[in-house]
Each structure stands twice: as C-alpha cells, then as structure tokens.
C-alpha cells in the first residue's frame, strides 16, 4: 500500500517529539543527581573505657651497685711474696689465706726478743735480790752508806723491772710482724686481680696486693629530687612503707627485692637532691660492685587509680588531652593530667572519670564536636582482602 505524503509528514512530525520528550526526560534527571549527592558515612573510631584500678605507686631513678664492705688488701710489712692462695676472681672465705710473705727475718728477730727478754727477766731476778739485802741491812745498820745503798739497789730494781717491760713490748711487736706475713681474708667476698706475682718485693709503702669486695648483700645508692622528698614527707610516709627493685642492663626485672636503709641529712648542692641507699639481697652475685641499674621504689600499699591506654594520650603546645566519645557519641576534647606508666596504660590524675569512653585509634576521624561511630578493638571488623572476581567465559 502506497503512502501518501502527508501520512509520511506526520511520522516524521511524531518522531521528533518522542525524541525531545526523551532528551528533556533525560536531561532533568541528570540535573537532579548534581542538586542531591549521596550522604557521608559516619566514621569509625576504636574507643576504650576508663578504670580504675588498684596500682602500687611506683618511682624510677638511676642507681649504682656498691659493696657494703671493699678494702684494698696491702703488705703491712715488707718482703718476698712466696705464696698465694687463692684464684682471681674466686670466692673467699673469712680467715682464709690470701698472700704470704718470706716469714724467715722475722722468725729471727722473735727469737732475738725472747732472748733479749730472757736477759731482762735475769737482770730483773739479780735486781730484786739486790734490793732485798740492802732493805735488810739497811734495817739493821742506820749508817748513811747503807741508806744510799738501799737507795741505788732500788733504782736498780726498777730500771730492771722498765728494761723487761721493754722487752716484752719488742718480743710483742716481733710476733706481731711475724703474724702479717701472712694475709687473711677480713670478710666473706670476692678477691679480684692480683697485683704482684710470687717473688715480687712487696711492703707498706707499694700498690695493694689485691682487693677484696663483699658480696651478699650489696648496697644500692640513687638519687631521689627534693620535690619527691617533699612529697614523701607531706605524705607521712616512712621507708618502710617502700620496697627497692632492680631493672639491670638487658631489660630483666631483678628477682630480689631490697629494702630502704639509709636517707642523707643533706641534699647534694649540684643536683638538689638526696642520696638515699638501700640494701639489696645478692645471694648469685649477680650485681657487682659499681654497676649501673634502674630503680625502682614502689609502695608496699596498692591504691586506686583512675587507668587509661596509653595509645589515647595526645600532646599540644597546650600539654596533654584525649578525646572523649560523650553522649550522642560526640567527640569532646579533654584536658588532662597523667601520672606514671604502667605497661601499656597510664595513670590519669585528673580530667577524666571512670567509664568515660576515650578514643585510641582513628584520631584522624574525631574530631571534636563530630559524631562518630564507635567501637571496641575486640568488636572492630577485621580488615580482608577481596577475592577476585572471576574471569568471564570467553565465547567459542
């Protein structure tokens, strides 16, 4: 069937407003996505509670090893060394052999006393005979010659009597010297190197033979500032109140616990502070005289103290703050005074309360006065990594 040209005008008079019908349809709708965007998802922070907890107060501070009881150990007389008796570094006892000198010149010069003052004590003999027969005539006989006889066997006696006190006194220092030639341990410890070999000529005027060191138990000393002093003492609080432990070189906690013994009278001008000294249990040797260690004075009595994560502490030119998820779950900045570490949370002295809920993770999304959606670390999804899509099926 032919058409004519007026029926073919009005198809193509038709087609044309469908098309501009649609072109207007699609053009409102791309206007409405640009007047509406899609709205924001809250952030998600991780939140922790604050506790209190019950803590010991606890005070760290540079300390140094010292052994109660040290004395470089010197020749008091002089000679050859012909022994010794120990091995360096060795455990000693009190009363054990350490160093002997030569004993053979002093040996002599005890016999040569105990002659001398076996002649003394003859002479002596001799004198009182002497002065009891002059007494005896002098009673009889009242002549002038016997008085100044009598006189002169008295004088006599009592230079015998001084001359044996005389000698006692050199047989006394004889054996003594004779006594020094060998050196005894003073005190259970530790000797270190020696410092002559046998044969060497020591005496009282050289370098000490060795030096002996105690060591169970051992001193710890520490400086402690006037400001904790001050508080300590406000406080009413005694040492016994306090127990001393050790951290020592490689991080590990020392296993004894030593007790406070000694406070200075004065304060060190230098570094305005007080020496304070406690005595530490040493029974494996384990500290050695002048090592360095880390302090630690805690209070026997635990107290409560308000707890936070340490991760929730933030600092400013201001000093320390956290935020706080509040009600609404609205993020509030909060001031802050902190106390000690106690592994990995921190004591809050003031600002907070207990069962506030700081944020410690996602600081970047909580800002103060935004709502955020919170969350504890245990209840937090864990992150994933998406599976691949699959491939599509190529088409044979």
Do not use: W
């Not at 005894?184 to 050289?206: E, H, M, N, Q």
């Not at 016994?240 to 951290?247: A, G, I, M, W």
């Not at 106690?342 to 909580?366: F, K, M, Y």
């Amino acid at each position: 069937m032919t058409s004519t040209p007026s029926t073919a005008r009005k198809r193509i008079r038709s087609r044309t407003i469908g098309l501009a019908v649609l072109a207007a349809a699609m053009l409102g709708a791309g206007c409405g996505s640009e007047s509406a965007p899609p709205a924001q998802p809250i952030p998600t922070v991780i939140v922790a509670a604050v506790q209190s907890r019950d803590i010991s107060e606890e005070s760290s501070y540079a300390g140094r090893i010292e052994a109660i009881e040290k004395v470089p150990l010197r020749a008091r007389v002089q000679g050859f060394l012909v022994k010794r008796g120990f091995e360096e570094g060795a455990v000693v006892k009190k009363g054990d052999m350490l160093f002997e000198i030569d004993k053979l010149p002093f040996e002599l010069a005890v016999n040569q006393a105990q002659g001398n003052l076996a002649n003394a004590d003859a002479a002596l003999q001799l004198a009182k005979i002497t002065f009891e027969r002059q007494q005896e005539l002098a009673e009889r006989n009242s002549a002038a010659a016997s008085k100044a006889q009598l006189d002169q066997a008295r004088a006599g006696l009592a230079q015998a009597e001084a001359q044996k006190r005389v000698r006692e006194a050199e047989l006394q220092t004889a054996e003594v010297n004779l006594g020094y030639t060998r050196l005894l341990a003073p005190f259970d410890g530790r000797v270190g190197r020696a410092t002559y070999a046998i044969g060497d000529l020591v005496g009282p005027s050289g370098n000490p033979l060795a030096t002996l060191v105690s060591q169970d138990p051992v001193y710890v000393t520490f400086p402690v500032p006037q400001r904790v002093m001050i508080e300590v003492r406000r406080s009413a609080a005694n040492r016994d109140d306090y127990f001393v432990q050790l951290k020592l070189a490689d991080g590990s906690l020392y296993e004894e616990r030593g007790a406070i013994k000694f406070v200075d009278v004065q304060a060190t001008t230098s570094t305005d502070s007080v020496i304070v000294r406690a005595s530490m249990p040493n029974p494996k040797g384990l500290l050695v005289d002048q090592q360095l260690v880390d302090v630690m004075v805690v209070r026997k009595k635990s107290e409560p103290k308000l707890m936070m994560p340490q991760s929730a502490l933030m600092l400013d030119q201001q000093g320390a703050f956290t935020l706080v998820v509040a009600a609404g779950n609205k993020v509030e900045q909060r001031r802050i005074t902190v106390g000690q570490q106690v592994g990995p949370a921190i004591v809050v002295e003031s600002g907070l309360t207990a069962g506030d809920t700081v944020v410690v993770n996602g600081h970047r999304n909580a800002r103060p006065g935004s709502v955020v959606s919170p969350q504890t670390e245990q209840a937090a999804p864990t992150s994933r990594v998406p599976a691949p899509a699959a491939a599509p099926a190529q088409k044979k």
